[in-house]
């Protein structure tokens, strides 16, 4: 199984991302993504996640409204659109694969190798 994310990189407040968050090597319609990160110094904490079906979403309060997470089930890709960006958004972003609806670390089964997002101010 193989969970590869890109799209990270540097820009300023304001500004938007798109990460994606391409999948091998599993059956990706029947998994829950998610998107996580990671700041310096910081636990990994929940960003969205999305049902197999994409029929339900469940977002962080701190991005609530300006990200969104969606998925292409025959693409076997995650996307999570990233706008109105501020300097506390700047992390490694890793998405991760589980068969449970769940924001719990230890639900998820596979994770990516992670992107840096960057925002300056």
């Known amino acids: 199984v193989q969970l590869q994310a890109s799209g990270g990189g540097s820009v300023q407040a304001g500004g938007s991302l798109r990460l994606s968050c391409a999948a091998s090597?599993?059956?990706?319609?029947?998994?829950?993504m998610a998107w996580f990160r990671q700041a310096p110094g910081k636990e990994r904490e929940v960003v969205a996640r999305i049902s197999s079906s994409g029929g339900g979403t469940y977002y962080a309060g701190s991005v609530k409204g300006r990200f969104t997470i969606s998925r292409d089930n025959a693409k076997n890709t995650a996307y999570l659109q990233m706008n109105s960006l501020k300097p506390e958004d700047t992390a490694v972003y890793y998405c991760?694969?589980?068969?449970?609806?769940?924001?719990?670390?230890?639900?998820?089964?596979?994770w990516g190798q992670g992107t840096l997002v960057t925002v300056s101010s």
């Open positions: 090597g599993l059956t990706f319609s029947t998994y829950v």
């Open positions: 991760a694969a589980s068969r449970i609806y769940s924001a719990a670390l230890g639900a998820y089964d596979y």
